[in-house]
């Protein structure tokens, strides 16, 4: 479980955040909702200790994490996948390079257990037959799903994903979605999603937050967002995609 | 009267406008100087935590192995062709302009002397400095900062690993062992080419020549030289490392850390030849 406990963060004068509040349950699909640039990946990196906060606590399975050095902070990460906007794959090497990569520099798993980690990873993403192309020879989708099996393949508690369907065409951002869900029934690992398209938000989020100017202004269940009475949530309602 | 009163008002608001502009414009003056120097010594304490933690991870380099000799290929096999190419015109050179100064003085024969010493001493090790800075820096810093731009450096420290660890130290590691081979090739070169000049331009018997250098060269001129190879290692591998690392706001973004890295680096590599020169000299 991750907890946010009002959580602040400000760039030099400019505040990000302001007193956020969230928590995510284990085995549930998370959703946080927002305009860009409203500070929505920061919460991710907040939540694995790639930044720290100005005020208030993240609780990582019961352990405050906020204050940890950063060598501390390796073995809590692990716990975690990541799935980056831009996919932040290693350009230079092979999809089955950066598959296996982690579980080369972090597990000390013995090379056949690493084999199989990767082709198994391969498989759930439908990427048989491009296990020694180079990242740049992919289109978007397949960058995106060798991203998320870059980051199931440790087999952590909960995924994080920052704009999984941004820029992506419709089926591969369906194919991503159905793959996300899949993660959940298959795996049993919670996620979180962080997305400015609401459409993806009731396609496979349990729950979702709201994130306006700094703060969350809706923290619920994903059905009760339509009864949400907030001119924020009404006008994104009417429009799906924000885009401001 | 009217009027009169209110030409002196208008003069002394305006008068009183422009000593407030000037206020104002001091104010923002100082505002921004200051600003500017709590950014130099955030960014001097950044540096020195990042050295530190390359350093304290250079136990490590044993469990990164290939990126140290993938490393060492590119800032010493790689880099061997241009070194070269600048030791050999540079000491060619050297042996032109001295061998003209030295004749005038009928002390042709001091050639080779004033050569080795010259390249040895200083130009060998600067030169080779210099190119590496520009060659090996720059690499460095567009590669490291393209990473951090695209969030691979994120996605590292995201899984668990360290990213000082697995990019800088094999690159110090790698410039630490392989810029002392690169400094004695460069002298080689240099000397070679020197006593090529000394042979075909100035007419002078290379017996002559290799007899001015060899028994007059002592230990302290190759711990001049040689010590400055371990020095420009960790500067041009820690400032262009660091302002790899340090890239942001898109492509434009890596080319002005990329330079930053390489002027910086070039800059101190200048700095650091003369005081290792003046401290070596004068305590030897």
Not at chain 1, 15 to 22: A, D, G, P
Not at chain 2, 64 to 76: E, F, H, M
Not at chain 2, 206 to 220: D, E, H, M, Q, T
């Amino acid at each position: 479980m991750i907890e946010l406990r009002q959580v602040g963060l400000k760039y030099g004068e400019r505040e990000i955040l302001k007193n956020v509040s969230l928590t995510i349950k284990d085995n549930t699909i998370k959703a946080i909702l927002g305009p860009s640039g409203v500070g929505k990946s920061t919460i991710l990196k907040l939540m694995l200790g790639l930044i720290k906060p100005n005020s208030g606590q993240i609780i990582v399975d019961g352990t405050d994490i906020t204050n940890m050095k950063e060598t501390e902070l390796y073995a809590i990460r692990r716990k975690m996948g990541m799935v980056f906007q831009g996919n932040a794959l290693f350009d230079s090497m092979t999809i089955s390079q950066n598959l296996g990569f982690f579980l080369r520099e972090n597990m000390k798993l013995p090379e056949d257990e690493i084999t199989r980690r990767v082709a198994e990873q391969i498989q759930f993403a439908g990427l048989e037959g491009y296990e020694e192309q180079l990242p740049e020879s992919l289109s978007g989708g397949m960058r995106r799903r060798v991203a998320i099996g870059r980051a199931m393949i440790f087999k952590p508690h909960m995924i994080l994903f920052d704009e999984p369907t941004a820029g992506l065409d419709p089926v591969s951002s369906k194919k991503i979605l159905s793959l996300i869900s899949s993660l959940r029934h298959n795996n049993n690992l919670g996620a979180v999603i962080v997305t400015h398209i609401i459409d993806d938000v009731f396609n496979v989020a349990d729950s979702v937050a709201v994130l306006y100017k700094g703060e969350i202004i809706f923290d619920d269940v994903t059905e009760k967002l339509h009864h949400a009475e907030h001119p924020f949530i009404r006008s994104i309602l009417s429009d799906k995609i924000l885009e401001l | 009267m009217g009027r009169k009163n209110e030409k002196p008002t208008i003069a002394r608001m305006k008068t009183q406008q422009s000593r407030s502009g000037a206020l104002a414009f001091t104010r923002t003056l100082q505002e921004k100087l200051l600003l500017e120097m709590k950014v130099f010594f955030f960014t001097m304490q950044e540096f020195f935590w990042f050295s530190i933690r390359a350093f304290v991870a250079i136990p490590k380099a044993k469990q990164y192995w290939r990126d140290v000799l993938d490393q060492a290929k590119i800032c010493g096999a790689d880099s061997l062709p241009i070194v070269l190419v600048s030791a050999v015109s540079i000491g060619a050179l050297l042996a032109i302009e001295v061998g003209n100064l030295l004749e005038d003085f009928g002390a042709k024969t001091m050639l080779g002397r004033s050569t080795a010493l010259s390249v040895i001493r200083e130009l060998g090790p600067l030169l080779m400095g210099l190119m590496l800075s520009a060659r090996f820096g720059s690499r460095n810093g567009a590669e490291l900062g393209a990473m951090q731009i695209s969030e691979q450096i994120d996605a590292l420290r995201a899984f668990g690993t360290d990213p000082i660890a697995k990019l800088v130290t094999p690159r110090l590691v790698a410039a630490l062992i392989m810029f002392l081979p690169l400094t004695a090739f460069s002298d080689f070169a240099g000397l070679q080419s020197a006593a090529y000049m000394a042979e075909h331009y100035h007419r002078l018997d290379p017996g002559i020549f290799w007899n001015s250098v060899y028994p007059r060269l002592v230990a302290k001129d190759f711990v001049v030289g040689f010590l400055k190879a371990p020095v420009f290692a960790i500067i041009i591998t820690l400032v262009s490392s660091f302002n790899g690392f340090a890239a942001r706001g898109g492509t434009s973004g890596v080319g002005r850390s990329t330079i930053k890295g390489i002027v910086v680096s070039s800059g101190l590599v200048l700095i650091a030849n003369f005081y290792v020169s003046k401290i070596v000299l004068e305590n030897m």
